[in-house]
């Protein structure tokens, strides 16, 4: 079955919240490195984010930010704190820039690297975590990323699966990199901070949605923020082709499908303005 036009459904799977929560805050936080939002991508969300009614407008400025590539401006309220729990052997023949991205461990990384062989990390291997997603129907994973929020933090408005297709072709869903291949984004939602992730679907802004399920997937592709939290939000995201036997965890009563005549964001209005 394609996934690429499900934008949300919820998963029927569960795990000890607990137990992953206190093995997250022992053995995957203390790895976890500052994370940002683009300059540009704050920006153009202030407006939406006062639509959506997700954080206060004077918080919401005072996010730290991304200026440049590795370059961040603190301006006085942390966003996340994230950490890749698999890795990819780079060679001579690879760019700098994937050198980078790869060390890095960020969403980006997926799509600059579609087909390589990702491989969990060894200092990961043994996490009850990392044994439960292994026990799940998926195959080739390209991505296990960690992150965290802390209490009276908050997530800009942001995308994080952008990979623009060749000239000529729309930016959609279907052409957007890893879901191009056949991969899906699993959220497992170990501890939500009090608040669930908000997000909506190109170009219908106005009608916000609210993510919060223990498991679900979605498509990353769309904007989506997380207002101020309560208390620590931890969330693992798993990139993985769906294998045989997926489609039984799937609440199809939750699903959101892509409409076929969405009108999709393109490169000049990638965020809503």
């Not at 600059?112 to 200092?123: N, S, Y």
């Not at 191009?180 to 608040?195: A, C, H, K, R, W």
């Not at 208390?231 to 769906?242: E, H, Y």
């Amino acid at each position: 079955m394609i996934y690429s036009n499900i934008a949300y459904a919820k998963l029927d799977l569960d795990f000890d919240r607990r137990l992953f929560a206190l093995e997250y805050d022992k053995l995957i936080l203390p790895h976890s490195r500052a994370i940002y939002n683009s300059k540009m991508s704050w920006e153009r969300t202030r407006q939406l984010n006062q639509t959506w009614n997700m954080v206060d407008p004077d918080i919401y400025d005072k996010c730290n930010i991304y200026t440049g590539y590795s370059q961040h401006e603190d301006r006085g309220v942390a966003q996340w704190q994230m950490v890749q729990l698999m890795c990819l052997e780079t060679d001579d023949s690879d760019s700098d820039m994937i050198k980078k991205e790869v060390a890095f461990g960020g969403t980006f990384a997926r799509n600059m690297t579609l087909g390589r062989d990702w491989k969990i990390k060894p200092e990961f291997e043994h996490l009850k975590i990392v044994k439960f997603i292994r026990t799940m129907p998926i195959k080739k994973m390209c991505s296990i990323h960690c992150v965290s929020l802390e209490t009276g933090t908050f997530a800009s408005i942001h995308r994080d699966s952008r990979w623009f297709a060749e000239a000529g072709k729309k930016d959609t869903v279907e052409n957007n990199g890893v879901c191009e291949q056949g991969y899906t984004v699993i959220t497992l939602n170990i501890s939500d901070g009090g608040v669930p992730l908000y997000w909506a679907l190109d170009n219908q802004y106005d009608n916000v949605k609210f993510a919060n399920d223990p498991v679900y997937m979605c498509s990353d592709y769309f904007v989506h923020g997380v207002p101020v939290c309560t208390s620590r939000r931890r969330q693992i995201r798993i990139t993985a082709m769906p294998d045989e036997g997926f489609d039984d965890l799937v609440d199809h009563g939750t699903k959101v499908v892509v409409p076929p005549d969405i009108e999709y964001a393109t490169k000049e209005t990638w965020y809503p303005g």
